[in-house]
């Protein structure tokens, strides 16, 4: 690449803050309550740590599922943000959701065979139901999400090329030694 350091920096960055963004606004919903549903329903408890341990878990056994080895230059990235009720309403009492991404270097003719076979691992062993999944050109796309435990995951291409994501985004937690606000 040519151009200045801080231009550089800008055409490889940009790209993955997009997708990143991207990601968090699928899944921002995840902790919105359904119509039917109560909004002062308990929620479930977790520390934001316990609940990063098993993003990364999680992420590795998706990597182990496509097998991949990921630690990209970039990231891994947590990203944890307030939950959004259905009418723009936030809390104060704590509660949270977590999007965990990382990513692999992989050839880009390796990433449908890779995707594919996560796929065929997380619907016959981990109860994720694909609820979006897209091959075009080499790249790939994979949505799925686990209804038991509430969680959303992405598997994609972005860029910069010959980068494979990995992501995990979790239902609204309220920390154990919180107390629920109610609505």
Known sequence: ?????????????????????????????????????DPNKPLPRKSRAESLTWAKQYTSTMAHYAEVKTGHT??????????IGKNDEVADDGRYTLTYTV???????????AVRKLRTAL???A??????????????????R????NFSLIADTVKPPNTLRLSVSTPCFLPPEAKQQKF
Do not use: W
């Not at 970039?74 to 939950?83: A, I, L, N, W």
């Not at 990513?103 to 065979?113: G, N, Q, S």
């Not at 109860?127 to 050109?137: P, R």
């Open 74 to 83: 970039f990231g891994p990235f947590t990203d944890f943000e307030e939950c």
């Open 127 to 144: 109860d994720v139901k694909i609820t979006g999944f897209q091959e075009k050109n080499s790249e790939v796309t994979l949505y799925g």
């Open 123 to 125: 619907e016959k062993h």
């Open 146 to 149: 686990h209804d038991g435990e």
């Open 1 to 37: 690449m040519s151009g200045s350091p801080r231009r550089v920096k800008q055409k490889i960055l940009t790209p993955i803050l997009i997708t990143l963004a991207a990601s968090v606004l699928l899944y921002a919903g995840a902790c919105m309550p359904q119509k039917s549903e």
């Open 103 to 113: 990513y692999a270097d992989l050839p880009l003719a390796a990433h449908i065979p």
